[in-house]
């Protein structure tokens, strides 16, 4: 913790003078006035003093007996690590297609450390482990925690050798496959943090700040502190909480406490704002609560938790409200791989992909279906996104045979406790979600345990709506989109029926959406999950305007589609249980009541690749595919969603002569576009009705093809597609070129094949090669290809569609980095990007 040196002599100075009568608050109140006065800032760091990165020079080992732990044979890494994504793709694998058929298996991870300070309690704590993990220190179990994305904490102090070195062996186990229905990857995934906590502390996630009454002239905020005393004795202790905006104290609050020895306690302090800066999707204002406990005029504990400042609700016929304002959720569901990283966490990346999303339009994220990083959390509420929370994927019941349904009934009431407790700071958090099409949605028991589930999230935080993401409530044909649902079909549903959901939350089922009211008159309502659209970035089929359904049901084995595995980019192809994306924005777009939706998928994952199986490997889902290259459909949601000048026309331009071939265009901000081929004009269109593309039906010449909208007779946009020639070089486009040199930091490096003119090539799939000198190294390549079997961790990819990413890691050096692309008939490219 960094802290202005000459106060803290001044709290002791000015406590040691024995004749001093006022009371230690006060004059600590009088303090804190004199610095918030003088307008000081004040460190937001200082969480650092309690925990530090654990995360360097573990070893690991893959084995599957305690036998192997003996082994000579450790390998030296950092974490996060995910091990199952340095593995083969194989058919054979048991996680089958919902894990990628990547391996799992059994692993240990080690570490040596030392601690020399005494006075201090030390706490190990993941951000999570998946799955099944359990943890020794020099021998000592400490205990085990089954949910592979729960955070959780041990505390190590009893079996400490103070000087000496320790040991911590750490057991992972996902080898009981499959127990997923979507990539989960195996390992220490995510942070590990080293706590060293005086005995009189915060406890761990021992905050909740809510702010009861807000207004534009002030906000009440309400701090509730949960404190530990494990000293031997009683103590006296002064606690002062300051609140920072933009790292300047602008208002304190100062108490004094007295603790019993192993005694835990709860503390409240409550301070009034002025002109609050308010939380919003286009403003995320944060603020910092830093509490410091102080013994004896010195600081002994200091905590930091972030928040902000918002009034929203769910209303019945306005939708979502945020700050007095109607907001639609304009949001995506995000698995938590980060594609060719699998699921070890790193925050540039998880950033990357909300940055991506941004452009889009979103404004939603849904964490389906887990507890996410705590990254994602913290980017969320600074970037300006809605989330949707959620806990489990399912209940009691199983979906895959080792799932978390053999835990269930031991472990739910812990995990749903820590998950809420670790995240309600969060002002992007505006749902807790507590289960995603759960088997006992149909019978009672699932009433009951909703029930339970509620009541559990209710004693933590009331401040935010409690919701399960549940199927359709009834079998609904194409044929009856146009009939009005009664509530008598609706509620067949019980959880939906049974009133104990703060709001309405449905996966798909969008032909109920426009009668919700109807249906449910006193329950707000969320699309939890819609669409499901299919789409091979690049790849295109004609007529365009021909809906496919693939597969035809969800109980059919599939065997039709295009023997490569491809599906059309054009919005034309979507499962049987959900819709084309035009279908569903319309829906919620024309009815004000529908507070918004979250998309099936933001981005393409790992696993679950319908309506394929082997050897597709990942989703087609997602509007962005697994490399971050955004699908066309993209570009519908950008002209919808944001406020930017959008003119995007697909295909490609590179066809057989005189071949038939539609052309979309997406816009905005324009009353028509007008289409040419080589100059000559094709005709203009317009958007009609509820319209969001217009279409052309032209035959194919080689040449140029060109868009132009234009509002009021003056041009909006221009854009230009050029048929290629053949693949003759590169392109290679960073997307920083200065990174940090923290042994973290990523370079996204986009790789296109072009032409001899340095056209795009949109039909090019060369085979790649990737080589780095300097301070970096390759952590990732991909092109965005679902049936691609080559590793991720290669230096070598095959392009798809004109594509392909390579994915760079800074070293803890500063200095030069050299990337070297090259293919077969192609001109090797390079690029410099700088470590600082």
Avoid at 143 to 152: C, E, L, T, W
Avoid at 575 to 591: A, D, M, R, Y
């Amino acid at each position: 913790m960094v802290i202005f040196t000459t106060s803290c002599l001044f709290y002791k100075a000015i406590l040691s003078v024995k004749y001093f009568t006022l009371n230690k608050a006060l004059l600590f109140s009088l303090l804190f006035s004199v610095f918030y006065s003088c307008n000081l800032s004040w460190s937001q760091s200082a969480d650092d003093v309690r925990k530090i990165s654990f995360d360097k020079n573990w070893q690991f080992f893959l084995g599957d007996s305690l036998s192997a732990v003996q082994s000579e044979n450790w390998r030296i890494l950092n974490l996060p690590h995910d091990w199952s994504i340095e593995g083969e793709f194989n058919k054979d694998n048991p996680a089958g297609l919902g894990g990628g058929y990547l391996p799992g298996g059994l692993g240990w991870y080690k570490k040596k450390f030392t601690v020399e300070d005494t006075s201090k309690m030390t706490f190990i704590q993941f951000d999570g482990v998946y799955m099944d993990s359990e943890v020794w220190v020099n021998g000592n179990y400490l205990g085990k925690r089954p949910n592979g994305y729960i955070s959780f904490e041990y505390d190590l102090t009893p079996y400490l050798k103070i000087g000496r070195e320790n040991e911590l062996l750490v057991k992972v186990d996902n080898s009981k496959q499959p127990n997923s229905r979507w990539y989960s990857g195996s390992g220490i995934y995510r942070h590990v943090w080293l706590k060293k906590l005086d005995k009189l502390h915060v406890s761990n996630w021992g905050t909740f700040i809510t702010t009861p009454n807000v207004s534009q002239d002030s906000a009440e905020v309400v701090i509730e502190l949960r404190l530990e005393n494990e000293y031997s004795r009683a103590r006296d202790a002064v606690v002062n909480t300051s609140i920072l905006h933009e790292g300047t104290v602008i208002r304190s609050s100062t108490t004094s406490i007295d603790i019993n020895s192993n005694e835990k306690k709860i503390l409240t302090q409550q301070l009034i704002i002025e002109n609050p800066a308010l939380w919003s999707v286009e403003n995320p204002n944060l603020y910092v609560a830093k509490t410091d406990i102080l013994l004896d005029g010195e600081i002994v504990d200091s905590y930091s938790t972030p928040f902000g400042i918002r009034t929203f609700k769910f209303d019945l016929d306005k939708g979502f409200i945020l700050n007095e304002k109607q907001v639609k959720i304009k949001g995506v569901c995000l698995h938590h791989d980060l594609g060719p990283l699998g699921t070890a966490v790193n925050t540039r990346a998880i950033e990357r992909q909300l940055q991506i999303m941004k452009e889009m339009g979103v404004n939603g994220i849904r964490t389906a279906h887990n507890p996410p990083a705590p990254e994602l959390l913290d980017l969320c509420d600074q970037m300006g996104f809605i989330v949707m929370d959620e806990s489990y994927d399912m209940w009691n019941n199983s979906k895959t045979e080792f799932d978390y349904a053999s835990n269930w009934r031991k472990w739910h009431e812990k995990d749903l406790k820590d998950f809420i407790l670790r995240d309600r700071n969060h002002p992007s958090i505006f749902i807790w979600s507590v289960g995603n099409e759960i088997q006992e949605q149909w019978e009672d028991e699932g009433v009951r345990t909703t029930k339970e589930l509620k009541s559990i999230v209710s004693k933590l935080d009331t401040t935010r709506p409690v919701t399960v993401a549940m199927n359709p409530p009834v079998n609904m044909p194409e044929a009856d989109i146009t009939t009005q649902f009664d509530a008598a079909k609706v509620n067949k549903n019980p959880i939906a029926a049974s009133g104990e959901l703060d709001i309405i939350g449905y996966n798909y089922a969008h032909q109920t959406y426009e009668y919700h009211q109807k249906n449910f008159p006193k329950t707000a309502f969320i699309a939890t999950e819609t669409t499901s659209g299919l789409q091979t970035r690049g790849y295109y089929e004609f007529p365009s305007d021909t809906l496919k359904i693939w597969p035809v049901r969800w109980d059919i084995p599939f065997d039709g589609g295009n023997p490569d595995h491809t599906i059309s980019a054009f919005d034309q192809v979507r499962v049987p249980w959900g819709s084309l994306h035009e279908t569903s924005w319309k829906i919620i777009k024309e009815n004000d009541f529908l507070s918004g939706m979250f998309i099936w998928t933001g981005f393409d994952y790992i696993g679950e690749p319908t309506p394929y199986t082997w050897p597709s490997r990942s989703s087609y889902f997602g509007i962005v595919d697994l490399a971050g290259f955004p699908k066309d459909v993209y570009y519908m949601y950008q002209s919808e969603w944001t406020q930017k000048d959008v003119l995007h026309i697909l295909p490609h331009w590179n066809w057989n002569p005189d071949q038939t071939v539609d052309v979309w265009a997406y816009y905005n901000h324009a009353d028509e576009v007008e289409l040419f081929v080589n100059g000559k004009s094709q005709g203009t269109r317009k958007k009609e009705g509820d319209q969001l593309h217009v279409m052309w039906r032209i035959p194919f010449q080689p040449g140029i093809l060109k868009a132009v909208s234009r509002k009021d007779g003056e041009v909006v946009l221009e854009k230009l597609i050029k048929t290629a020639g053949k693949p003759s070089t590169l392109k290679l486009t960073a997307d920083r070129e200065v990174i940090n040199a923290d042994g973290k930091d990523l370079s996204f490096v986009t790789v296109d094949i072009v032409d001899e003119n340095g056209n795009f090539v949109p039909t090019a799939n060369n085979q790649l090669e990737f080589s780095v000198e300097g301070e970096a190294k390759i952590v990732g390549v991909a092109s965005g290809d679902p049936t691609n079997h080559e590793s991720f961790k290669g230096n070598t990819h095959k392009a798809l569609n004109g594509k392909c990413l390579v994915i760079l890691q800074s070293n803890e050096v500063p200095g030069a980095i050299y990337l070297t692309v090259s293919g077969k008939g192609l001109e090797n490219k390079n690029i410099n990007i700088t470590s600082k």
